[in-house]
């Protein structure tokens, strides 16, 4: 699964980078422990343009009768997409791309969980493949929310986690932002494992585990002075 991200891109990047525009108005700082329930940037297409837009991390299905509801969803399983009522919808036609420099994984140990830090050798922008829904209250509240598809992992990090976040390259984000592309056969391809040389992992400190806390120091290496 992915319980945690860090983007450290601010909304000027993300313009340059994926050539979109911020809907509407919102601040954005950059987050090195971003967790659910957090307000974050989703690339998405709409109105035959790309747009930057703030959305609550954990998809929020537009049954819920409120949306702070056990139906919540952080992740989306890649290989159930079409079958699960949650998802398919979006799945057809409401796809984005979280963006990300790295997430956390805890790795188990007679110690307790132990967290680590995955990326990119080069530590750029990951393209997270996700889903997004519209949910509308009674009293006209609206929520936008998302949710960070997964996908088996690679050899890389199996050891840490038997799950990992698709991500995509440059060229499938078109395809997979385009709410008319519905072949579902060609989009749940590009689901797959990322290369195993194409991402690492390092040790990093327990600050990490406790959501409030913050700052480019969280994902610096592990450094046992006793050791």
Same mark, same amino acid.
């Given at each position: 699964?992915?319980? !945690?991200y860090v983007l ?37 297409? !709409?109105?035959? $343009? ?15 009768? +409120? ?8 992740? $989306?399983? $890649? ?7 949650? &998802?398919?919808?979006?799945?057809? +036609? !409401? ?7 790295? &997430? ?6 007679? @110690? ?15 393209? &997270? ?14 929520? +936008? @929310? ?5 996908t088996e992992a ?11 976040? $698709? ?46 806390? @913050? ?7 592990? @450094?046992?002075? &006793?050791?």
């Amino acid at each position: 699964m992915c319980g !945690r991200y860090v983007l450290k891109a601010n909304i000027e990047e993300l313009e340059k980078k994926y050539g979109a525009i911020p809907d509407g108005y919102f601040e954005f700082a950059p987050n090195y422990n971003v967790a659910p329930s957090v307000d974050m940037p989703v690339i998405l297409e !709409r109105d035959e $343009a790309r747009k930057i837009s703030s959305m609550r991390w954990g998809l929020v299905p537009p049954w819920a009768e +409120s949306p702070n509801t056990r139906y919540t969803m952080i992740n $989306a399983r $890649a290989e159930t997409l079409s079958t699960k009522r949650s &998802f398919s919808k979006p799945f057809e +036609s !409401r796809r984005c791309i979280i963006p990300a420099n790295g &997430f956390y994984e805890w790795k188990k140990s007679s @110690s307790g969980k132990i967290p680590h830090y995955i990326t990119k050798p080069d530590g750029s922008l990951i393209n &997270f493949a996700g889903l997004y829904e519209i949910w509308k209250g009674r009293e006209g509240e609206i929520i +936008s @929310s998302f949710t960070i598809i997964t996908t088996e992992a690679n050899e890389t990090i199996r050891g840490l986690h038997d799950r990992m976040p $698709a991500m995509l390259l440059p060229e499938e984000i078109k395809s997979w932002l385009n709410p008319s592309e519905h072949n579902l056969t060609y989009l749940q391809d590009l689901l797959r494992p990322w290369p195993d040389d194409g991402i690492l992992y390092y040790r990093v400190g327990t600050e990490v585990n406790n959501a409030r806390n @913050s700052g480019s120091q969280l994902i610096e290496p592990y @450094s046992d002075l &006793f050791g």
